[in-house]
């Protein structure tokens, strides 16, 4: 029997009205739960004047207060570790990981149990059947394995759908291009940016990927590029392999959105396990398809921290699921996550909030002046630079203040590379109202 | 506990549908037992969170599961 196109065909083509009655229904339950057993809901939830049993009808979603990074940071550092986050005692969990903070060295942290940990791989699950990840096929994860969520859950997926898995792990980028042409691996999972960058290495070492390897298909999450039409056709090119787009975040621990094999252009959210609001970032009213808006997801998963009208501030266009020619019922979002409605920087997969930059730099009295500097490495490799001035008196302190500022810099940023470099005094702007300390040369995206 | 014969949208649930909602509930209840040796304790939570995953993407359960360690 040949496989199905969908991984959950009951669920992926349901008319929409009854997708929002079983939405409508997991939320007054995903209440239920928030507000029986999480104090920061509760808290909100009375705050808000809001029940659970408010919610009769889809339109009251908007009942719901809003949940924030910054409100969630915040009992995170009133509360170490989780802050009053948690819906059920730490010991239920199996899984600890963490993505970096808005302000200083605090990270956001998560745990998951152990039907959490296999629902972050069930989305994958969504994301890379419907791309055309079949048990034939064997997945190579270009990917470093540590507390950064990136692709775990992907890979687990992978082992779900019956793929052989290659762990890419602790190894140099020659080694990874080696194995991905030994073992002729057909799908690589990667970064569009450390995409690119295997495919330029491949290129010193006279190996042609598009020719020389079995790569049909590159699972591309971590950065906006995966959806950016000139990015993707280069890729796609040096490739020789079909591109396929998702989109995820360590709040909720996996994947809301896939590009499927229909390649219409958008990304598919996985409406079953999660409710998608694009709204006015300033007003928070609703807007139309095909209107840019804030993203505001509810998750269905993940019950040990719930997750309920979380603003990301991640810049979104929904289209109707009619847009794709797949079948799916699902709405998507056209060019995927195209950018942010606040100051938060991507950076090789890992988000970098410039007020959490500075209050490290803060914390070394020798730094007078400092500026962000992200710049795009060979048109492919996204850099961030510390440009600093030391003051008059400290210079002696230069050397070990350089490597000890990486060092802390990239401790908060998931082990992100920062380049410090050192300016000569009175060179960098001073600022007497609103200081501007962050530059970002990089190219913007045309879709 | 009665195994529901409908899904979440109130449809009736198919023979295959039953089967796996019937093996969950039996999951449930064999993790909830406190007289099984670890290989059998902690295979079971394993199996069971696998077994939420298909009742759950097909709309038979939503419900938590940490009261059973899982």
Known sequence: MP???????????????????????????LCEWAYATTPFHRRKFDEAGFRPEHIQTFDDLRRIPFMTREEWMASLQEKPLFGDTLATDPTNAIRYHLTSGTSGRTPIRVLDGTKDWDWISEMWCYGLWGFGIRPEDSVYFAFGYGSFIGFWGAHYACEKIGALVVPGGAQT??????????????????????????????????????TQSKVNKVILSGEPAGSIPAVKRQLEEAWGAQCGDTAGMTEIGTIMIFECSHHSGGTHIIEDHF???????????????????????????????????????????????STCTCGRTWDLYSGGIRGRWDDMKLIRGTNVYPSAVEAIIREYPAIDEFQIYIWRKDEIQDEIDIKLEIKPGFEHTWPELQTRLAKDLAEAHEGLRFNVVRMDYGTLPRFELKARRMTDARPVARY | MMTPTTDLLGKPLNEQEQEML???????????????????????????????????DLGLQFEQLYEYGV
Not at chain 1, 3 to 29: C, G, I, S, V
Not at chain 1, 284 to 290: I, L, T
């Open chain 1, 3 to 29: 496989y199905p196109d969908f991984w959950n065909p009951k669920h992926e083509a349901l008319p929409r009205e009854e997708l929002q009655a079983l939405q409508l229904l997991k939320l007054r339950r």
């Open chain 1, 173 to 210: 980028t020659e080694s990874r291009i080696k194995q991905i042409v030994e073992l002729g691996v057909t799908t690589v999972a990667s970064t569009p940016t450390y995409a690119l960058h295997l495919w330029q290495k491949a290129r010193e070492m006279g190996i042609d990927l598009a």
């Open chain 1, 275 to 321: 409710i998608e609001e694009v709204l006015d970032p300033n007003s928070a009213e609703p807007v139309g398809y095909g209107e840019l808006g804030e993203r505001v997801v509810t998750s269905f998963g993940r019950g040990f921290i719930p997750l309920i009208r979380y603003r990301t501030r991640d810049m979104v266009m929904k289209v109707p699921a």
């Open chain 2, 22 to 56: 019937a093996v969950y509930e039996t999951l449930k209840r064999l993790v909830a037992r406190d007289d099984l040796p670890p290989c059998a304790a902690r295979n079971l939570r394993q199996a069971l969170a696998s077994l939420w995953q298909a009742t759950n």
